[in-house]
Antibody, heavy 120, light 112 residues
Framework: QVTLKESGPGMLQPSKTLSLTCSFS??????????VSWIRQPSGKSLEWLAA???????YYNPSLKSRLTVSKDTSNTQVFLKITSVDIADTATYYC????????????WGQGVMVTVSS | DVVLTQTPPTSSATIGQSVSISCRSS???????????LYWYLQRPSQSPQLLIY???KLGSGVPNRFSGSGSGTDFTLKISGVEAEDLGVYYC?????????FGGGTKLELK
């Protein structure tokens, strides 16, 4: 059974660094083709793809945010991390991690999302 | 970035009615490898999105066959043949042909 779960600080102040963790089970990120992405959704709005890391350790970033994003994974291939530096109010959103078995298959499993509020 | 425009923004349907949602792209989504990376997701209230359709017309695992996708180039359609209560929520089209992947603005399906 594939599951993903995001965790994060809940609330943080502007200019700080946001650290998110995606913990998953039921698959391994070392499996050829596997990709885990980070996607966010401000309340009541559409979604925005942020970053991804694949089975081979290759990393992909949204160019509009690339300078502020770092995606990584742990050596056991059961967790993926996302750091966003210099957060501001516009980064307030629900953050999801989602997996794709291969690059063309779509995000077939999603976490429940973690809400992050940036506020002073 | 590629802009995906979904119409209508809101659709009202009765149970059993068929509905169609349009997704128009600002650029062709036909990739040089011959694939068209266009996807459809449903986000039910207070839930995470779920995959319905990948590569324009391929049904995701466990997705009922009342859902179908079609289209090419810049114009795509999701059709629900016989809406059921569990289909209510917001539908998003997503493109993966051009970097970065982008989402449409969403179409909310409501009960009439």
């Amino acid at each position: 059974q594939v599951t993903l779960k995001e965790s994060g600080p809940g609330m943080l102040q502007p200019s700080k660094t946001l650290s998110l963790t995606c913990s998953f089970s039921g698959f391994s990120l070392s499996t050829s083709g596997m990709v885990v992405s980070w996607i966010r959704q401000p309340s009541g709005k559409s979604l925005e793809w942020l970053a991804a890391i694949d089975w081979d350790g290759d990393k992909y970033y949204n160019p509009s945010l690339k300078s502020r994003l770092t995606v990584s994974k742990d050596t056991s291939n059961t967790q993926v991390f996302l750091k966003i530096t210099s957060v501001d109010i516009a980064d307030t959103a629900t953050y999801y991690c989602a997996r794709a078995e291969v690059y063309y298959s779509g995000w077939d499993y999603w976490g429940q999302g973690v809400m992050v509020t940036v506020s002073s | 970035d590629v802009v995906l425009t979904q119409t209508p923004p809101t659709s009202s349907a009765t149970i059993g009615q068929s509905v169609s949602i349009s997704c128009r792209s600002s650029q062709s989504l036909l990739d040089s490898d011959g694939n068209t990376y266009l996807y459809w997701y449903l986000q039910r209230p207070s839930q995470s999105p779920q995959l319905l359709i990948y590569l324009v017309s391929k049904l995701g695992s466990g997705v009922p066959n009342r859902f179908s996708g079609s289209g090419s180039g810049t114009d795509f359609t999701l059709k629900i043949s016989g809406v059921e209560a569990e289909d209510l929520g917001v539908y998003y089209c997503v493109q993966g042909t051009h970097d970065p992947p982008t989402f449409g603005g969403g179409t909310k399906l409501e009960l009439k």
